[in-house]
C-alpha cells in the first residue's frame, strides 16, 4: 500500500545548537513495501529546503540536525514518506529552537 502521511512530529534540542526530531509512521504504520522517510526542514520565510542526514538518533522514526541552525527564527518542520507506490507528506510544524 501507499505510505501514510507521518504524524505526531517532536522535536528537542540540547543545547539549542542543534535539533532532534521524531515521528510516527501514521495510522497502520509501515506499510509492506519499505518506505523512506525524509525529514525537511527550511527557514519560515526565506530558507531552502534541507534534509535532515542523521538518521535512527534516537529511535526508527527519528532524525538528528548536528549544527549551524539559526537562532530567533522559526524553522518549518515536515517528514516524507515514499515507496513504489506513492508519496505521503505530514503536516507543518513550525518551531523555534529557543522554544525546544
Same mark, same amino acid.
Given at each position: 500500500v501507499p505510505p501514510e502521511k507521518p504524524v505526531n512530529i517532536s522535536c528537542w534540542s540540547k543545547n539549542m545548537k542543534d535539533l532532534t526530531c521524531t515521528w510516527a509512521p501514521g495510522t497502520e504504520g509501515e506499510t509492506f513495501l519499505h518506505t523512506n522517510y525524509t525529514l525537511k526542514y527550511k527557514?519560515? /520565510?526565506?530558507?531552502?529546503? $534541507? #534534509?535532515?542526514?542523521? &538518521?535512527h538518533t534516537a529511535g526508527p522514526y527519528s532524525c538528528h540536525i548536528p549544527k549551524d541552525l !539559526?537562532?530567533? #527564527?522559526? &524553522?518549518?518542520? /515536515?517528514?516524507? !514518506?515514499? $515507496?513504489?507506490?506513492?508519496? !505521503?507528506?505530514?503536516?507543518?510544524?513550525?518551531l523555534d529552537i529557543l522554544d525546544v
Open positions: 527557514l519560515r /520565510w526565506y530558507g531552502r529546503d $534541507n #534534509t535532515c542526514q542523521e &538518521y !539559526a537562532l530567533f #527564527t522559526p &524553522y518549518e518542520i /515536515w517528514v516524507e !514518506a515514499s $515507496n513504489r507506490l506513492g508519496v !505521503a507528506v505530514s503536516d507543518v510544524v513550525m
